[in-house]
Every structure is written in C-alpha cells, then in structure tokens.
C-alpha cells in the first residue's frame, strides 16, 4: 500500500459526459501529479501540483483541468469527454520533485 | 527530439538467471534516474534512483548503473524468481530540458520462466 488513494476505482460514462477523479496524497507530501496510461502510449505526465498551486504541465488536454485544495487532495476534471479518454488515470505524490513518486491505485476509465 | 527507449517491449528468462534490462535516451540531461515496477492494472512502484555522479546502485537484488556518456542505464535483477515477472519502467528526470518532471519509458515485460 502507497498510501496514496484514488476514487473511483472504475468509471464508465458516455461521450460528452463530465467526470471528476479524486486523489489523496501520503501524508506529508506536498506534490501531487496527475498521469494517463493506455496500451500505446504508456505513462503520460498530465499535470503537478505543489502546495496548492500548479508546478508543472505536461500533455494535458485543454478539456482536463485539476486543482490541489488546502488539504492538498487533489481533483482531476475532464469534461466533452470521446473514447480515445479512456484510460488508467494514476495519481502519485512525492515529497519533492527530485524524490521517488508513491503511486495509487489508479482510476479506470471507460469512454462508451 | 527527445526519446527515451527500453531495449524490448518483453525478455524472457529462466528463473535463477540475471536479468537486465536496458534505458536509452537522447536529447535529455537527467539530473537522475529511477526504475519502477508495474504489475497489471496496478500502480508503479518505486524501485529505485541513482543520480547523475553515482555509476552504481544497489537494493537487495536489484542494481542500477547509470552512464551519462552512453546516455544509458542498465536495471539487473540478480537470481531473478517467478515472482519478479512485472513490468519495469525508467523514468528521466528532465529539469535540464524541459518541465516534465519525470518522462517514462513504454516499459519492459519481464516474464521470469520457472
């Protein structure tokens, strides 16, 4: 166990539609990133938080955003969503960048 | 452009064996390096990091070399058993070049044949 959580563990919903993924950090951690996995692409960076605010940004659609909250769980959004979405969605946390990253669970996501 | 590539999408060996896996890039300067495990439908997990002034890594069975010359890392697991059979990625990190803060490989499947 990472400690590290995720909600939900799966998700299906249609094209279009709106979703929200959750992540919990290990405690003590103040960085949060966000990845997307599918077959051919492997482990794609989306986005990093820090203490609340937005490190770094990687591959991330303009229809997916994210915020870290003062209690630094941290939310994905991705909205107009079409089936090439569906993906693993993990959530890692370290305690700086330079640092191993704890990976959770993962989110699956399933695009009809 | 940037790649960074894992010698085979999947090597098999007898357990018992060594097995190494390979890490090559191009066009990064990574400040360091780790190797994640990954099983199916799971998370990665941390394995190990060894920077850019260290040439070698050590954790149980595993050993990480790192040779920023040849822009490579070799992962070894030494008297490699079933239970290592896994998924094993490297990942970069890219504070030279670019924002990313770690870039990963498509992986190696190790299948470790008993």
């Known amino acids: 166990d990472s400690g590290v959580t995720q909600t939900p563990k799966h998700l299906i919903t249609a094209t279009g539609q709106r979703v929200t993924l959750r992540c919990s950090p290990r405690?003590?951690?103040?960085?949060v990133y966000w990845y997307q996995q599918s077959l051919d692409q492997g482990l794609q960076f989306l986005i990093q938080?820090?203490?609340?605010?937005?490190?770094a940004k990687g591959n991330i659609l303009e229809r997916f955003s994210a915020q870290q909250f003062p209690d630094l769980h941290s939310e994905l959004n991705l909205s107009s969503l079409e089936l090439g979405d569906s993906a693993l969605y993990f959530c890692a946390s370290s305690v700086a960048r330079e640092r191993a990253q704890f990976f959770g669970p993962g989110t699956r996501l399933t695009v009809l | 452009s940037q790649k960074i590539e894992q010698n085979s999408e999947a090597l098999n060996i007898q357990e018992g064996k060594t097995a190494t896996l390979t890490c090559n890039y191009t066009?990064?300067?990574?400040?360091?390096l780790q190797w994640y495990r990954q099983d199916p439908g799971r998370g990665p997990v941390f394995l190990l990091l060894?920077?850019?002034?260290?040439k070698e890594k050590r954790k149980e069975r595993l050993k990480v070399t790192f040779d920023t010359t040849l822009k490579q890392s070799l992962f070894h697991i030494t008297a490699s058993q079933p239970a290592d059979s896994a998924t094993y990625l490297c990942a970069l990190d890219t504070r030279n070049s670019g924002n990313t803060p770690l870039v990963f490989g498509k992986g190696t499947r190790l299948s470790v044949i008993a």
């Open positions: 938080y820090y203490n609340g605010e937005e490190r």
């Open positions: 405690s003590g951690d103040l960085s």
């Open positions: 060894i920077r850019e002034n260290e």
């Open positions: 066009n990064y300067s990574p400040a360091y």
